[in-house]
């Protein structure tokens, strides 16, 4: 006994003994954040002499394709994995023909990133309409204004083959559309691009932390919302069901979007799941973060970087995230 009178040996375990510096906390670490499971979302905009910043999304941009290609050179030396390209066409039309155009602008900045950086890190393209439609839904309407969602997979199929053509490393659709998974790997395979590997959003929510994206891509739908195709933020066993299904289709990878609020599907996919799970840090998550930052209500990095491994954490392999880049030499 102790000269307190307590018995020296209690408690008899203490887990602090593993926390007492930085060297000790990072050996004995569980959950790893490399710059390599981290993918950059980019936009580019057709029509615009220089960058436009996206006031919802502080340091985010609309890019040019010299401006696009100097942020993606920017990635990859900073070590990040990947990159999701999205579109901003000048012309919008009701099927969006803007997207499968061959001289559109995700096909020539993919033809940019593909020789740019292409050995470096991975050059995806999201694959989606609601950038390219008039109306702002993600494929043709039926006369109700419901989404086709049949006619969509044959737009999808297109786009697909042209943004393999164009350079794409990966196609990553986005619609949540039935069927859209074996649509786009049939489109892929009779265009002669049978290795182009598929990254499916297979558990996309109707969230409401897509708004800053929706300045960002100029996408927001011109009535209603997109109720009728994403999932409903109350349902898990929908999720795993999407999952399955875009497996079964023939998915390479599968995504959840959003993240931080959905880290239990993340989780739950991650447990099922026999193909890699991405998740995406969305716009929303990264404007809060930033706005309470400016205000000095949260330390900016460490959010940051306690986010990103939250994710991980909970079984996302790869992490769309706008802080890409600053977060991979953050880490290095």
Not at 5 to 19: I, Q, T, W
Not at 138 to 164: F, K, M, W
Not at 286 to 296: F, K, L, T
Request: with cysteine; proline share 6%; charged share 25%.
């Amino acid at each position: 006994m102790d000269t307190t009178g307590r018995e020296a040996a209690f408690p008899a375990v203490r887990p602090r003994r593993l926390r007492r510096g930085p060297a000790l906390r990072r050996l004995v670490a569980e959950t790893r954040v490399l710059p390599e499971n981290l993918v950059l979302p980019m936009f580019v905009k057709e029509g615009i002499g220089e960058p436009v910043a996206i006031s919802s999304m502080p340091g985010q941009f609309q890019h040019t394709r010299d401006s696009l290609r100097r942020a993606a050179l920017e990635a990859a030396e900073a070590g990040v994995g990947g990159v999701m390209l999205f579109g901003i066409p000048a012309r919008k039309d009701e099927r969006g023909s803007a997207a499968d155009d061959p001289h559109g602008i995700v096909q020539e900045a993919l033809r940019d990133l593909s020789k740019d950086v292409g050995d470096a890190l991975v050059v995806m393209a999201d694959l989606c309409l609601c950038e390219y439609t008039s109306h702002g839904h993600c494929g043709p309407l039926e006369p109700d204004g419901h989404v086709d969602n049949d006619r969509t997979l044959e737009r999808y199929a297109s786009i697909a083959a042209a943004q393999a053509e164009a350079g794409a490393a990966v196609v990553a659709p986005s619609g949540m559309m039935d069927g859209q998974v074996a649509a786009i790997r049939a489109g892929l395979d009779g265009a002669g691009f049978a290795r182009v590997p598929i990254l499916a959003y297979a558990a996309k929510y109707a969230s409401s932390f897509y708004g800053p994206f929706r300045e960002a891509a100029e996408g927001a739908p011109r009535f209603g919302d997109r109720s009728g195709y994403q999932q409903d933020p109350a349902n898990v066993r929908e999720a795993l069901r999407e999952v399955a299904l875009d497996v079964a289709e023939g998915a390479d990878m599968v995504m959840v979007k959003p993240g931080l609020a959905y880290l239990d599907i993340v989780a739950k996919v991650a447990q099922a799941s026999p193909v890699p799970v991405s998740a995406y840090q969305v716009s929303g998550e990264y404007a809060m973060i930033e706005a309470a930052a400016e205000r000095g209500w949260i330390d900016r990095e460490r959010a940051i970087l306690e986010t990103l491994t939250s994710y991980r954490r909970a079984g996302a392999e790869q992490v769309l995230t706008y802080w890409a880049t600053e977060a991979a030499r953050l880490l290095r």
